[in-house]
């Protein structure tokens, strides 16, 4: 019951040292992409401040390694896993390009989170053609003027024993169609600090590691399938064996 009671403070302070810093540090972030696209990387630098206060102030911990592997300049269809809300915080440290996330439309409900995400995020409501349509033209727009782009192709938080849930062909056809990079990201222990079905959240250290880039230089719709699952089974393998090394 005490450590019940303690982890219930705990995850309260939590939420504290989340939203905070976020209001403190709001109009550096939002203002910036309000202005031009262009000036993304002064968003960023004041997200990656928010995720350093909130890392102090918590005990949680973010790691980002392989980073080298991310080119300045060039722009990357970045592919994560979705196991936990710690993802987004562990997103700014594991990838210090400037991007713009795909996400669902119920997170910009979120108060204080949602009004300044919509600033570097592109809406989808999953259950509407029209809205997945009209996110994937917006996100090719943003390649084509040098912005990179960040999906989870899950479709959702995994909240099962398995690895990765199936993926989805979007934003593989995305880079067929626009003839940008894949590169995949795995984010490791989200899950565990923030376990699925509870709010309540744990101290301990979230790993990123980026992937090498993944290529679709002359692949045409004809090799939208293999590209997806040849991405699932390459993160797939990286989720498993971090697991074995964990055990």
């Known amino acids: 019951m005490l450590k019940k009671l303690i982890q219930y403070i705990y995850t309260g302070w939590c939420g504290i040292a989340f939203v905070i810093p976020m209001l403190i540090l709001a109009l550096p972030m939002v203002i910036p992409v309000l202005i031009s696209r262009k000036l993304g990387y002064i968003t960023y630098f004041f997200i990656r401040i928010w995720v350093y206060c909130f ?5 949680i911990r973010f790691r980002g390694h392989n980073k080298s592997l991310i080119q300045k300049g060039k722009s990357y269809i970045f592919v994560i896993n979705h196991t936990s809300f710690l993802d987004a915080p562990a997103i700014p440290i594991a990838i210090h390009s400037p991007l713009v996330a795909l996400g669902k439309k119920e997170l910009s409900k979120i108060p204080v989170f949602g ?3 919509t600033a570097f995020a592109v809406w989808v409501d999953r259950s ?3 809205s997945r349509k009209e996110s994937i033209d917006r996100l090719k727009e943003l390649l084509s003027g ?3 782009v960040l999906v989870a192709p899950e479709g959702t ?3 099962t024993d398995k690895p990765l849930l199936p993926f989805r ?3 593989f056809k995305l880079a067929i169609e626009s003839q940008i990079a894949i590169l995949p990201v795995v984010i490791h222990n989200a899950g565990k600090l923030m376990k699925r079905g509870s709010l309540l959240l744990t101290p301990g250290t979230i790993h990123s590691y980026c992937l090498p880039e993944i290529s679709v230089q002359g692949l045409t719709e ?3 399938d293999e590209l997806t699952q040849s991405t699932y089974q390459l993160m797939r393998d990286k989720i498993v064996e971090l697991n074995r090394l964990e055990n």
Request: hydrophobic share 25%.
């Open 55 to 59: 890392s102090f102030a918590t005990g």
């Open 115 to 117: 009004w300044i995400t």
């Open 128 to 130: 509407s053609p029209e």
């Open 146 to 148: 040098g912005t990179c």
């Open 157 to 159: 938080r995994n909240n």
């Open 169 to 171: 062909y979007g934003p």
């Open 222 to 224: 004809a090799n939208l």
